[in-house]
């Protein structure tokens, strides 16, 4: 009775374990109405782990009386799963909840009749409980019908949330999605296709996690190159049915960096249209993204759209509901995203609006900014353009996303640009910016190289006049060395933020003169508005693909063979294999040369 007596007053290390514990950890974004799928994750409890918990909770002779504490909600969990919680009593007990009585040493093997089990404890029909036959293991769940463990519970009780492995990378707590037409492969061959390696080297510089990819023109021996040859990437591929290396198709490229992607879970839902995948995200986060590349037939698009909201209600759950749909949709849902300004008859479809509101999802840009305009197609004379590449999210999304951005990439400048999105996690804990690093840049900027030059000659002098009888605690070679290495990234902040502040307002200045050019073309369209929105537009993308301190384009990576001085040999050869024999023979010839 000492062990009882000992949390008197205290709070027990066990308190919240029996039902606490069965949905810790088990954080959701959003709770569907149907209970299948959200942003969220998490592990039910394991049968073993939930015995073993019990044993633990059951050593002394008492049981904590805040044992049953309920389940702490997330902060983003949805108004409707809070109040199932409030209502039910087996979900929120309170107080008056007295603790179940221990009527066995043995917390493993005792049995446990109905009346005893525990809400949050599986059913003794749940496929591997330790009550279980060998038939009742091994039979399979039911298809078409959504995933609870926990059928006591209601079916939006986090508990009863699909749930995807947890994920053993270490991943990042937010996310940047990405989506862009790429008008092709480039190449025959990815080996020999520039406009690859451009992507792979963007995805990567940009940090990009999730990127959908339009007009992908990919088949099975071009995604074994890509594995091969990109190994940075992990790329799920729905290819044209009639055509497939000639004609549509899309794609989801993952950043194995940033992304877990182990246990993807996708499904095809028009091939070479829509491609949906599911994957673990952050800790048990998991989201669902849905790429597109819409038809510009008004009747194929109809159809397209209608097609994937039935998939999607008659799965019975198989199919989850997405949390971000992208792509390329080939209509907008304004005039004012069209320029000149007119609604076609392929724009704003009512099946679209029906999958919307069936996945509640919302234009993030335009939520963002609703009185902008911004395109993202255009034609090489600029006398069309549309924003027809967009990005919908959920509305717990939106709200905790950020830089939303239309910008024209290095792979079309007469075509689509690249929408993006950064999406955050708001659970988790604020971070600094870590450790500071200099920029490689700043070794083309001459003032910081004439301050690290006088830094170098002060510290040199000091040295040369320094004598071992001389040396004190702060006078010796190491504090000169730490001061001369301080004074040196005092400097490097120093001039980084000149020259950030700089080009950010010659950049401000520059997309100031293109929205007055902008403006003018929408009001007087001509040939010369036109051509003078176009010499504006140009000015900021090579503004923004400047490297910054250097005053050039396209120096950030030299060597690699997508900027910098030309190769001396084909780009493809870099990736043929060489062989020993030619290695060695070159170090004896040179070994041969230095010897006569």
Known sequence: MARGRKWEGQPCPNAGFFRDGATRGMSAT???????????????????????????????????????SPARASPRLGSQSRDHMSQHGEHNPGATAAPTPVSTPNAHTAPVTPDQQHPLQPPSSWPGTPADSPSQRSSSVNLGQPHRPYPSLPRTSPANARRTPLSSKR?????????????GRGNTTIVGSTK?????????RDKIGVMAIQETHLTASHIQEIEQFHKELHVINSAHPDNPSGAGGVALAFNKFLTNTNGIQSHELIPGRA????????????????????????????EMWATIANKIRRSGGRIPKPDVILG????????????????????????????????????????????????????????????????????????????????????????????????????????????WSMKESLLHCPDFLAAVEAAGQYALSRLATYSE??????????????????????????????????????????????????TEMRLNLTDDTRKAFKAAEKKVEDARTETPGTGQRGKRYPGHGLTGPARKRPATQCYLSKSPAQTVESIVTIHRVWRS
């Open 328 to 435: 390329d949709m080939n209509f907008v849902e304004d005039s004012v995203d069209r320029f000149p300004m007119a609604l076609h008859s392929i724009d704003a479809p009512d099946s679209f609006d029906d999958l919307k509101r069936l996945c509640n999802v919302t234009d993030g840009w335009r939520a963002t900014y609703p009185s902008s305009v911004e395109y993202s197609w255009r034609d090489a004379s600029r006398s069309s353009m549309s924003r027809i590449d967009r990005i919908y999210v959920t509305e717990p999304l939106l709200d905790s996303s950020r830089n939303w951005k239309i910008e024209t990439s290095d792979l079309n400048r007469d075509d689509h640009s690249r929408v993006s999105v950064e999406l955050v996690n708001l659970d988790m804990p604020e971070i600094g910016p870590g450790r």
């Open 30 to 68: 959003r709770v569907r109405e149907d209970g299948a799928e959200g942003l969220g994750g998490g592990q039910p409890p394991s049968p073993d782990s939930q015995h073993n918990g019990e044993a633990t909770a059951r050593e002394g002779e008492n049981v904590c009386a805040d044992s049953r």
């Open 275 to 302: 491609l949906l995948a599911t994957f673990n995200w952050h800790k048990d986060d998991e989201l669902t993204v849905l790429a597109i590349y819409a038809p510009n037939d008004v009747r194929e698009s109809r």
């Open 196 to 204: 690859w390696k451009k992507l792979k080297a963007s995805i990567l």
């Open 469 to 518: 009888e001389e040396r004190t605690p702060e006078n010796n070679p190491q504090v000169i060395y730490d001061e001369f290495k301080r004074s040196v990234m005092l400097s490097a902040k120093r001039h980084q933020r000149e020259i950030n502040c700089r080009r950010r307002k010659f950049i401000d200045g520059l997309e100031k003169e293109r929205e007055a050019a902008k």
């Open 171 to 183: 991943t990042l707590a937010r996310l940047l999605v990405a989506s862009e037409n790429i008008r």
